[in-house]
C-alpha cells in the first residue's frame, strides 16, 4: 500500500521524485524503489522524516511501536502524519510518537491501479490545509469518504478494506462452478471477470439501487430467479452479514493488542 501512494503521487504529479523519501529496512527493497521511482532511499526513519510535509506510515502493525519510537520527538508543527497502519488506532500514533497531527486512513489493495477506495478520520489538530492536502493524496488512488469519528474505520477494514478478498473468493467459486458444469477454465475465467467487471461498472454508472439491478436481470420464473432462490436457501445474505462481523470484530480486537 505504501508503494501504491507513491505511484499515485507520482502517476497524478502531485509531486516529484527529488520530493520523496522512503524509509525501509530491506536494503533490496530500497534499491528497487530507487531505481524504479528515482526517489531518495534510507534505512534511517529520522533522515526519511526530515523536512517532509507529509510523513506516511505505510508499517505492519507488529512493527509500528519501533518506528514510532524512532520518530518521538522528531516531528514539527507544520508535519502532520498520515497512517495506513492496520488497525493501529490514533491514540497509539500520538502517544508513540508524541506528536498529534495525525490522519488514519484504511484504503485498500485497487489503490494499485488507482481505484482504491479510503475511509479516514483525523485529530482535531489536522488544520484545514492538511486534510485538504490528505484528502488529495487519497483521492489520487481512488475514491475517499472522510468520518467525524475514528470508530468508522474499524467497520470501513471490515466492509472495503477486506472486501477485494470477498469478490475474490465469489470469482473463484463461480469459475470453479462453471468449470463443475463442463465449461473450459480459460472460458470460464474469461466469462466471470468480464461479468464482474461489468456489473460493477453498470452499478457505478447508473443512478438504481443494486437491488433494482438485480431484478431487471430476474425474470419471473427464469433461470436466475432460480439461481438466486438457491443463495437465498444457502442463507448468503446472513453469511454475509457474519463474514462483516467476524471482521469487523477482529479490526477491534488488533486495535486493542497493546504493542
Known amino acids: 500500500m505504501g508503494e501504491a501512494i507513491l505511484t499515485a503521487l507520482l502517476r497524478n504529479e502531485l509531486c516529484r521524485p527529488t520530493d ?17 521511482y528515482r526517489i531518495t532511499v534510507t534505512a534511517n526513519n529520522q533522515q526519511a522524516v526530515k523536512d517532509k510535509e507529509v510523513i506516511v506510515l505505510a508499517v505492519k502493525p507488529q512493527h ?5 519510537a524512532d520518530l518521538k520527538g522528531q516531528l514539527k508543527a507544520g508535519q502532520f502524519i498520515l497512517s495506513i497502519a492496520a488497525g493501529v488506532k490514533i491514540s497509539t500514533i500520538t502517544k508513540g510518537v508524541g506528536h498529534h497531527k ?3 486512513a484504511m484504503p485498500n489493495t485497487p489503490a494499485q491501479i488507482g481505484l482504491g477506495i479510503s475511509g479516514w478520520t483525523a485529530t482535531k489538530d489536522v488544520n484545514a490545509v492538511q486534510k485538504k492536502l490528505a ?3 487519497l483521492g489520487a488512488m481512488g475514491k475517499e469518504i472522510y468520518f467525524a469519528n475514528e470508530k468508522y474505520l474499524d467497520m470501513v477494514t471490515a466492509v472495503s478494506g477486506s472486501g477485494p478478498a470477498y469478490v475474490y473468493l465469489f470469482a473463484e467459486s463461480l ?4 468449470v463443475g458444469l463442463g465449461l473450459k477454465r480459460q472460458d470460464a475465467e474469461a466469462l466471470v471477470l468480464q461479468t464482474i467487471l461489468g456489473a460493477a461498472n453498470l452499478m457505478d454508472k447508473s443512478s438504481k439501487a443494486p437491488a433494482d439491478l ?3 436481470v430476474t425474470s419471473k420464473g427464469g433461470t436466475t430467479e432460480r439461481a438466486l432462490a438457491a443463495f437465498e436457501e444457502s442463507k448468503l445474505p446472513g453469511i454475509v452479514a457474519k463474514a462483516l462481523q467476524a471482521a ?4 477491534i480486537e488488533l ?4 504493542s
Open 175 to 178: 469459475i470453479d462452478g462453471a
Open 20 to 36: 520523496i523519501s522512503v524509509s525501509d529496512v530491506s536494503e533490496p527493497r530500497r534499491q528497487y524503489l530507487k531505481k524504479q
Open 135 to 137: 484528502r488529495t493524496i
Open 102 to 104: 495525525v490522519v488514519r
Open 64 to 68: 509500528i511501536k519501533e518506528v514510532l
Open 255 to 258: 486495535g486493542n493488542i497493546k
Open 248 to 251: 469487523y470484530k477482529r479490526a
Open 214 to 216: 438485480r431484478r431487471e
